[in-house]
């Protein structure tokens, strides 16, 4: 994760601009002209809006009318020909054979060591063409097409993803392109023509809330994202930024590569943190072992059952809660006031149970909606159940340890999802 103060307001670096220089999504010249504040979020090669105006009231538009958010950063690979099913099916750990053109569904994809490299969307968008959003996986992908009549091509660049999300998002969309979305079921597609430009909605999104995601071609993406807030001004429509959005995923339960576990795969990584091979999990680990059939041959299927079917003793995904005040008086007496809570923690501290390391905690924030600081965390089975509590060990923004703070387990999510309903 790396923030920047910048004033950038180009679509991509400028003639003879170093190696590293970042690029403004398809969205870019709407969203800076909206941005008050100097803060951008580096994304992969991008740089998105961290934060209109503040967090809090960027997160109370997710959560009590709608947000436009510019996802465009998440890597995007289509996999395309005749025997494309079958290599999507392969790969990913649940059953891909029942989807529909025009249907995406969510999905986990491993290592043969029953690893995750990555979790995403996998959109089927014509008889034979596939296109999935999650860790950048490219690599990974064209290594496993060997044999098969299928191409696999890396279309980061060629789409914005403009998130609506919030209650209001259904009145917004129909504003927008003059037609009711109501009957748009969660995880499916569709066509739409927003500012003279065609693009395809999914209802999905990463904030627990009722949406949508617009996939707009690079050239149309300012004027869809204009037309679309003019529309929903009359329902509180407000740009929401990446810190807002991190907030709403981690009270909506939502993990997140290299935020909370290290993909184990050979691409580069498209988040600017340090990762490290040792948090590395698996989905029964990481709490997505309803998306894997071991009745089907998948990649990584093998070591899958073996842990499945062996002493259910690993780590089991889980919500921490924490008395804010307690961290906050812990890194004022470290000199870390600042950093504390200053954002979603992206790392991993060490949890403790009578002395000895028992497992690890992520995603450390404070919840506006729930008045009080969260996490996620990675404990034994005997202290997953909710009431349980560990000692979690607090770092400032350089990662040294600054002290341990008690944490009680609760069930996720920490807020009720509503994404599918309606």
Not at 173 to 190: I, P, Q, Y
Not at 270 to 297: E, N
């Given at each position: ?7 950038l307001n180009q679509m991509?670096p400028?003639?003879?601009a ?25 994304w992969d090669?991008y740089?998105i809006p961290?934060a209109?105006?503040d ?21 995007k ?18 059953d ?5 053109v ?12 029953g690893?995750l ?6 959109f089927r ?19 496993n ?13 060629e789409?914005g ?17 003059g ?7 969660f995880?499916a ?6 500012a003279d430009?065609?693009?395809f909605?999914?209802r ?6 009722r ?8 050239d ?27 907030v ?12 909370d ?22 989905p ?40 804010a ?6 890194a004022?007496?470290n ?7 200053s ?63 008690c944490?009680?387990v ?13």
């Amino acid at each position: 994760m790396s923030l920047m103060p910048t004033g950038l307001n180009q679509m991509a670096p400028a003639p003879g601009a170093p190696a590293g220089a970042f690029w403004g999504t398809p969205f870019h010249s709407a969203t800076a002209a909206h941005n008050k504040t100097t803060w951008w979020y580096a994304w992969d090669k991008y740089v998105i809006p961290d934060a209109y105006t503040d967090m809090p009231s960027e997160l109370r538009a997710i959560r009590g009318a709608a947000a436009l958010i510019d996802m465009s950063p998440l890597p995007k690979m289509e996999i395309a020909g005749p025997e494309a099913h079958r290599l999507v099916n392969r790969l990913m750990t649940r059953d891909l054979s029942a989807i529909a053109v025009g249907q995406a569904m969510y999905a986990p994809w491993c290592n043969e060591h029953g690893l995750l490299i990555g979790d995403g969307l996998v959109f089927r968008s014509e008889e034979q063409r596939f296109i999935i959003s999650g860790e950048a996986s490219h690599a990974w992908f064209a290594a496993n097409a060997t044999g098969l009549d299928v191409q696999v091509r890396d279309v980061s660049d060629e789409f914005g993803v403009l998130s609506l999300q919030g209650p209001r998002a259904f009145d917004v969309l129909a504003a927008a392109t003059g037609r009711d979305w109501s009957a748009l079921k969660f995880s499916a597609m569709a066509r739409a023509r927003i500012a003279d430009v065609d693009l395809f909605v999914a209802r999905q999104g990463f904030t627990g809330e009722r949406g949508f995601e617009l996939w707009v071609p690079r050239d149309g993406g300012a004027a869809v994202w204009n037309v679309v807030y003019e529309a929903g001004e009359k329902f509180g429509i407000r740009p929401a930024g990446e810190y807002a959005v991190d907030v709403a995923r981690v009270e909506a339960g939502l993990i997140l590569v290299s935020a909370d576990y290290t993909g184990a795969g050979p691409d580069q990584r498209c988040a600017h943190v340090q990762v490290a091979a040792d948090l590395t999990v698996t989905p029964y680990q990481a709490g997505l072992g309803k998306f894997v059939d071991l009745g089907r041959d998948f990649v990584g299927r093998d070591a899958l059952a073996r842990e499945q079917g062996g002493p259910q003793n690993g780590r089991r995904l889980v919500g921490l809660r924490y008395d804010a005040a307690e961290i906050l008086r812990l890194a004022a007496a470290n000199s870390a006031l600042g950093t504390a809570l200053s954002r979603v923690y992206w790392g991993s501290m060490t949890a403790w149970k009578d002395g000895a390391v028992v497992g690890r905690a992520s995603s450390l924030c404070f919840s506006p909606t729930l008045r009080r600081a969260i996490s996620f965390g990675f404990l034994p089975g005997d202290l997953a159940e909710p009431g349980a509590s560990v000692d979690v060990e607090m770092k400032d923004d350089s990662g040294t340890g600054i002290g341990l703070v008690c944490a009680e387990v609760t069930r996720l999510p920490f807020v009720e999802l509503k994404r599918s309903s309606g």
